[in-house]
């Protein structure tokens, strides 16, 4: 449904994205991650045809965003950061004129406005001026606004920002309601967003992809090494001395050492081991005091600070 | 076409929602007025006086003409008035959606760029047409009172229509390079006074140099019309005007997309 090729884009010395290429299926819902300035809008940009890209290509249902605009943003509806919302206007007026310029026949344009507003819980505002809603409302108007014309691709910055939490889970339903009948990108740098919402993640940092998988695959595949975490009661030297003599052991570090002869450490194995019996049985040998010990599990947030670390460095 | 409708129709309400075209209509209207009474009472005197002279002298009183001497000088107030206002017509017209970023539903809808830019400005043609039509009123007096020659009001009406789309066709430009509207009334304004006053330096250069200045003259052009001269050169000269306006307007337009700026 959407084919990136090698995109990239400048705005005069500075490079927003360099080479992104990626393709999202008919009906999928995938995410785009980044920090802020990575280039997640900037592609949505490009992508809904408001500014054209310096190299590469990008289709949309099959048309060249930069040859045949009109046809792509006939088919994409579009959430930008801020909703485009007239403020003057009634919530009827707005999303009336909205669905008269994404080419809505005149003889449905009522039903599909009532069935977005429906879909977005904004029914009860309908003839108050949007300048008198709340930022969670308007947010609504402006997911409204992208679902009028029953687009076949939803393009969403950060379709959450400015929601209570209450709202928040109602738009994550919506969104992911969503799926199935229409293809969906949403950008966030808000990480459980991503995990909930998407079927796939594309991790952005500075202008480039690095990373693009489930957020169950990239939390399996980037995670390594299996690290337990253990709380123990003995000297700290003799403690880590004992562990890493234990076989299997990479490395041991210690987080936090307190005058009360309670330490914690980590401990660091390679993938598809398990050392928990191994070093239980060595603690209490040595007559030390298990406190705790549990096994971390990498979260998308790991991954994600991570694969931008790793990328800092690449770049010093 | 439909796009275009809904664009000049949403703008065209726009105005009328907010108070941007009351305020402007009134004091138009306000000031034009103030000026239509001092013209006419002054015509008024002077007929008087001349009727009681040629009274003193036992001659046929003179016939002066209302054309020349009242509705003239009152269309080139008028023109002038413009140049105050109609700045203030077009000023929030790109720069308000850029300012608030609904410019990007716009740029992202299927719409073109120059079917936005056409509805902008005749939605802005819409209120300027209210406010000279308004303005008719103030003939309508001449006609009960007086008896006027319709045919220089209505060719002087046509030059004021086309004058005005000249500055709002500039207007609009300026809109589009900025999003913030008092810079682009100010800049328009200046602009528009530059090409009004840009005739009146003639007198200091050479014949030559002097005409062609005087030929980009807005002002320069109107004259024939207020006299009820309605002569192609005038209108070509207007219609250009408008037409190099609306083209840099679509050449920013698509500069800021390129550019990526708002």
Same mark, same amino acid.
């Given at each position: 449904?959407?084919?990136?090729?090698?995109?990239?884009?400048?705005?005069?010395?500075?490079?927003?994205?360099?080479? *992104?290429?990626?393709?999202?299926?008919?009906?999928?819902? +995938?995410?785009? !991650?980044?920090?802020?300035? /990575? =280039?997640?809008? $900037?592609?949505?940009?490009?992508?809904?045809?408001?500014?054209?890209?310096?190299?590469?290509?990008?289709?949309?249902?099959?048309?060249?965003?930069?040859?045949?605009?009109?046809?792509?943003?006939?088919?994409?509806?579009?959430?930008?950061?801020?909703?485009?919302?007239?403020?003057?206007?009634?919530?009827?007026?707005?999303?009336?004129?909205?669905?008269?310029?994404?080419?809505?026949?005149?003889?449905?344009?009522?039903?599909?406005?009532?069935?977005?507003?429906?879909?977005?819980?904004?029914?009860?505002?309908?003839?108050?001026?949007?300048?008198?809603?709340?930022?969670?409302?308007?947010?609504?108007?402006?997911?409204?606004?992208?679902?009028?014309?029953?687009?076949?691709?939803?393009?969403?910055?950060?379709?959450? *920002?400015?929601?209570?939490?209450?709202?928040?889970?109602? +738009?994550?339903? !919506?969104?992911?309601?969503? /799926? =199935?009948?229409? $293809?969906?990108?949403?950008?966030?740098?808000?990480?459980?967003?991503?995990?909930?919402?998407?079927?796939?993640?594309?991790?952005?940092?500075?202008?480039?992809?690095?990373?693009?998988?489930?957020?169950?695959?990239?939390?399996?595949?980037?995670?390594?090494?299996?690290?337990?975490?253990?709380?123990?009661?003995?000297?700290?030297?003799?403690?880590?001395?004992?562990?890493?003599?234990?076989?299997?052991?990479?490395?041991?570090?210690?987080?936090?050492?307190?005058?009360?002869?309670?330490?914690?450490?980590?401990?660091?194995?390679?993938?598809?081991?398990?050392?928990?019996?191994?070093?239980?049985?060595?603690?209490?040998?040595?007559?030390?005091?298990?406190?705790?010990?549990?096994?971390?599990?990498?979260?998308?947030?790991?991954?994600?600070?991570?694969?931008?670390?790793?990328?800092?460095?690449?770049?010093? | 076409?439909?796009?275009?409708?809904?664009?000049?129709?949403?703008?065209?309400?726009?105005?009328?929602?907010?108070?941007?075209?009351?305020?402007?209509?009134?004091?138009?209207?306000?000031?034009?007025?103030?000026?239509?009474?001092?013209?006419?009472?002054?015509?008024?005197?002077?007929?008087?006086?001349?009727?009681?002279?040629?009274?003193?002298?036992?001659?046929?009183?003179?016939?002066?003409?209302?054309?020349?001497?009242?509705?003239?000088?009152?269309?080139?107030?008028?023109?002038?008035?413009?140049?105050?206002?109609?700045?203030?017509?077009?000023?929030?017209?790109?720069?308000?959606?850029?300012?608030?970023?609904?410019?990007?539903?716009?740029?992202?809808?299927?719409?073109?760029?120059?079917?936005?830019?056409?509805?902008?400005?005749?939605?802005?043609?819409?209120?300027?047409?209210?406010?000279?039509?308004?303005?008719?009123?103030?003939?309508?007096?001449?006609?009960?009172?007086?008896?006027?020659?319709?045919?220089?009001?209505?060719?002087?009406?046509?030059?004021?229509?086309?004058?005005?789309?000249?500055?709002?066709?500039?207007?609009?430009?300026?809109?589009?390079?900025?999003?913030?509207?008092?810079?682009?009334?100010?800049?328009?304004?200046?602009?528009?006074?530059?090409?009004?006053?840009?005739?009146?330096?003639?007198?200091?250069?050479?014949?030559?140099?002097?005409?062609?200045?005087?030929?980009?003259?807005?002002?320069?052009?109107?004259?024939?019309?207020?006299?009820?001269?309605?002569?192609?050169?005038?209108?070509?000269?207007?219609?250009?005007?408008?037409?190099?306006?609306?083209?840099?307007?679509?050449?920013?337009?698509?500069?800021?997309?390129?550019?990526?700026?708002?």
């Amino acid at each position: 449904m959407i084919e990136v090729k090698h995109l990239s884009r400048n705005f005069g010395a500075v490079q927003a994205i360099q080479d *992104i290429s990626f393709e999202v299926q008919k009906g999928e819902i +995938v995410g785009f !991650l980044g920090p802020n300035g /990575a =280039g997640k809008t $900037t592609t949505m940009r490009i992508l809904t045809g408001y500014i054209p890209a310096t190299s590469g290509t990008a289709k949309v249902a099959g048309f060249d965003v930069q040859e045949q605009s009109l046809e792509v943003r006939k088919r994409i509806g579009y959430m930008p950061e801020n909703p485009p919302v007239y403020a003057d206007m009634t919530v009827d007026q707005y999303l009336n004129f909205v669905a008269k310029i994404k080419g809505v026949d005149g003889k449905v344009r009522k039903s599909k406005v009532d069935e977005a507003m429906e879909k977005v819980g904004i029914t009860d505002v309908g003839k108050r001026l949007i300048k008198h809603l709340s930022k969670g409302y308007r947010q609504r108007v402006g997911l409204a606004q992208a679902l009028v014309h029953d687009p076949e691709v939803l393009i969403l910055d950060e379709p959450t *920002i400015g929601l209570d939490p209450k709202q928040i889970r109602e +738009v994550r339903t !919506l969104i992911k309601g969503l /799926a =199935g009948q229409h $293809t969906v990108i949403l950008s966030t740098h808000i990480l459980p967003e991503v995990s909930m919402t998407c079927q796939r993640v594309i991790i952005i940092n500075k202008g480039k992809v690095v990373a693009e998988d489930t957020p169950d695959n990239l939390t399996a595949r980037l995670a390594g090494n299996e690290r337990l975490v253990m709380e123990v009661e003995g000297p700290a030297d003799a403690v880590t001395q004992t562990l890493q003599a234990v076989p299997g052991v990479q490395n041991i570090s210690v987080d936090r050492a307190n005058g009360d002869g309670r330490i914690q450490l980590t401990v660091e194995s390679s993938a598809g081991t398990d050392l928990r019996k191994e070093l239980a049985r060595t603690v209490v040998n040595n007559g030390w005091g298990l406190l705790e010990l549990r096994p971390v599990e990498m979260s998308l947030e790991d991954v994600f600070l991570h694969l931008v670390t790793e990328e800092e460095e690449v770049a010093n | 076409m439909r796009n275009f409708a809904a664009i000049l129709e949403r703008e065209v309400k726009s105005y009328f929602l907010s108070p941007l075209a009351y305020v402007v209509i009134f004091f138009f209207l306000a000031v034009s007025g103030i000026f239509f009474y001092l013209i006419l009472s002054n015509f008024v005197e002077m007929s008087l006086r001349a009727t009681m002279q040629a009274q003193m002298y036992r001659m046929m009183p003179p016939k002066l003409n209302v054309n020349m001497m009242a509705i003239r000088p009152m269309l080139h107030n008028m023109a002038l008035f413009a140049l105050f206002f109609l700045p203030l017509v077009t000023m929030k017209l790109y720069a308000e959606e850029k300012k608030t970023g609904t410019i990007e539903l716009l740029m992202t809808s299927p719409v073109t760029d120059s079917q936005v830019m056409l509805g902008k400005y005749t939605a802005a043609l819409v209120l300027y047409t209210v406010m000279l039509a308004l303005t008719f009123v103030y003939m309508i007096f001449l006609f009960i009172y007086g008896k006027p020659e319709l045919g220089p009001i209505l060719s002087g009406y046509l030059g004021l229509f086309l004058l005005g789309g000249a500055y709002l066709a500039f207007g609009l430009f300026f809109s589009s390079l900025t999003e913030n509207q008092i810079i682009a009334a100010a800049s328009t304004f200046a602009f528009i006074l530059l090409f009004w006053a840009i005739g009146w330096v003639s007198g200091f250069v050479s014949a030559s140099v002097g005409r062609v200045l005087e030929y980009f003259s807005l002002i320069e052009h109107f004259d024939d019309f207020a006299k009820g001269v309605i002569d192609t050169k005038h209108i070509v000269f207007y219609l250009s005007f408008i037409f190099m306006g609306l083209f840099l307007t679509y050449i920013s337009i698509q500069s800021a997309r390129w550019r990526g700026a708002k």
